[in-house]
């Protein structure tokens, strides 16, 4: 599980640390864990949300980044070290968000693996047309997001976000741990109650790695298509998908 420990710099494409025999809860045993949960650790630490949620789940767990920072990556490399982080290589990143996930690789000791959609974007554009973000965006993020996360998470019972309360008005509500019945699955949301200023400091205590688009006047970060800059002011979000009527990608609904 610590493939990049050697410091070689390799993206694992593929495996999960360890977990093939690791014990598989039922639905209604993890719905019951997350009920309880999210009762038990409201306003507790991030750290201990975290050690609450690898205790609890162990090899069946991972985190998901979208390398926007590294906050919740680094995070659960102090708490669980080799932890698996998911991130969703869409093939249409900016190269500042795939320099964010190479230093992850480099530098801590969690097991990156990106998962790539089935189809590569020039296969998409041939079965599907080219540029389908700016006609069918909702099918775009199905493809290239939501089916791969889908796929990954199928050997784990857990999985972590960085989502945020203060990120924007849809996530005023997010709870630290929740279940997911469509997916079934247990969602821990460790830093769901930091605002941006929270962030900010954890990320100059420990010197995470952070997308340098936010210097550049970006609130929010996604795939290229459809990411735009803020102006001051804006909800950060706003430049997501900003000539739709969309604010999420369809991960966390
Ligand atoms: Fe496609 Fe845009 Fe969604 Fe990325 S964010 S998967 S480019 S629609």
Redesign the pocket.
Same mark, same amino acid.
Do not use: A, D, E, S
């Given at each position: 599980s610590l493939l990049n420990a050697s410091g070689l710099g390799l993206v694992n494409l593929g495996a999960p640390a360890v977990s093939a025999d690791s014990e598989r809860r039922k639905p209604e045993e993890l719905k019951a864990l997350a009920l309880a949960a999210a009762e038990m650790l409201e306003g507790r630490p991030a750290e201990e949300i975290a050690k609450w949620a690898t205790d609890t789940f162990g090899a069946r767990f991972c985190v998901t980044s979208s390398m926007a920072d590294a906050v919740v990556a680094h995070l659960f490399s102090r708490v669980s070290p080799g932890v698996d982080v998911v991130f969703l290589d869409?093939g249409?990143h900016f190269p500042e968000t795939l320099k964010v996930r190479d230093t992850v690789v480099r530098t801590m000791n969690v097991n990156v693996r990106s998962i790539r959609p089935r189809l590569t974007v020039g296969q998409q554009d041939g079965e599907y047309g080219p540029r389908l973000?700016a006609r069918s965006?909702d099918e775009?993020?199905f493809l290239?997001?939501v089916e791969p996360l889908e796929r990954a998470l199928a050997e784990y019972d857990s999985w972590a976000t960085g989502l945020r309360r203060d990120e924007s008005p849809t996530r005023a509500n997010t709870p630290v741990v929740a279940f997911d019945a469509k997916k079934g699955k247990v969602k821990v949301n460790p830093i769901a109650a930091w605002t941006q200023a929270d962030v900010d400091a954890y990320i100059s205590r420990w010197n995470v790695p952070v997308n340098e688009l936010f210097k550049k006047g970006y609130g929010s970060i996604? /795939?290229w298509? /459809?990411t735009r800059r803020t102006k001051a002011g804006e909800d950060p979000r706003a430049g997501r998908w900003a000539m739709f009527e969309k604010t999420e990608?369809g991960l966390h609904v």
């Open positions: 869409t249409l973000f965006p775009c993020c290239r997001k996604g /795939c298509p /459809c990608c």
